[in-house]
């Protein structure tokens, strides 16, 4: 469900629909950044414990002059932690370093350690998760989900625990659709909100000449064209910027893209494929 600039989930916690990314932030850049975001009216910060960064995205967010209530955090469990003790562990560092006594999203980093993807972890993830369900349930997060997940890495979940996730922050960006389909219709059936990461590509889609043709049909730049996308696909984007003009023109999404120009972005090619 979606509510004032804001998707709304299955326990009536709202998110505001637009993310500030902080992946690739150094920590001693994280604090201006954020700070800018905060300014310029971002009330949503995504950070990790893995992006080395929540100590300064903490201090931002409580130097600035917003109530804590005011700003919906998101970190994650490093994608190595798959036992029940060291989630508690790690959600306590995570607060530790933000500096704050709950958050509103955590989320399992990914099915597996990076350095070994694709690993079957699945009882790993189960023992993680009710640790996740513990601290949802002491009320340290008012939302717990994961990322990365495929559709068996969800319905593993949902098998042998209690609360199906809210959210599962996935790749999404132009040209991902017909491969996140089943999964996308997966998340829907099950309410569970999907985050776009790298809505941008990482900046790689930027230069796609359809792209910025259509921005200049829409009177807009290639990167709204990217998050109005993925918005109108009903998936939460979380665009990163450390500059402040861009930072600024991600969050001014205030159009609509047609019908048939959706069709025709649905069915570009990956840029990071070609
Ligand atoms: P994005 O897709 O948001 O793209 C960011 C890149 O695009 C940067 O190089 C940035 O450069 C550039 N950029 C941003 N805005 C503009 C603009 N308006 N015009 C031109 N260039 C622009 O990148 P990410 O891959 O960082 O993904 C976003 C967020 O998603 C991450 O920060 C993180 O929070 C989350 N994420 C989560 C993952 C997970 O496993 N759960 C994995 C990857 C990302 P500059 O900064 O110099 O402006």
């Known amino acids: 469900m979606r509510k004032d600039h804001a998707f709304v989930m299955r326990n009536g916690v709202e998110i505001p629909e637009i993310g500030f990314g902080t992946w690739q932030i150094p920590n001693k850049e994280a ?3 954020v700070t800018m975001a905060l300014k310029n009216g971002y009330t949503h910060i995504d950070t990790a414990y893995a992006y080395q960064n929540e100590e300064n995205v903490g201090k931002a967010i409580r130097e600035f002059d917003i109530p804590r209530d ?6 994650k469990l490093p994608s190595h932690i798959k036992n ?3 989630t508690l562990t790690y959600f ?3 607060l530790d370093h933000l500096g704050m ?4 999203l955590f989320l399992i980093h990914a099915p597996w350690p990076w350095d070994d993807i694709g690993a079957d972890c699945t009882e790993g993830n189960i023992q993680a998760w009710k640790a996740m369900e513990k601290l949802f349930k002491d009320g340290k997060i008012r939302t717990i989900g994961v990322s990365n997940f495929s559709v068996s890495d969800l319905q593993a979940i949902i098998d042998s625990c209690e609360i199906v996730p809210f959210v599962n922050q996935i790749p999404f960006y132009i040209g ?3 491969e996140q389909k089943e999964l996308l219709d997966f998340c829907e059936k099950h309410e569970i909100l999907v985050e776009a990461y790298s809505p941008l590509a990482t900046g790689e889609v930027l230069n796609s000449d359809e792209i910025k043709k259509l921005a200049e049909k829409y009177n807009r730049t290639p990167a709204q064209i990217c998050i109005r996308y993925c918005l109108q696909k009903d998936t939460l984007p979380l665009p990163k910027s450390t500059h402040e003009g861009r930072i600024i023109e991600n969050s001014k999404i205030d159009f609509e893209i047609s019908e048939e120009d959706m069709n025709m972005l649905d069915d570009m090619e990956d840029v990071r494929k070609k």
């Open 176 to 178: 991902k659709f017909h």
């Open 101 to 104: 006594d709950y958050l509103d």
């Open 92 to 94: 306590q560092e995570t």
């Open 84 to 86: 029940y003790e060291d």
């Open 31 to 33: 604090h201006d950044s």
């Open 70 to 75: 005011q700003v919906f955090v998101t970190s």
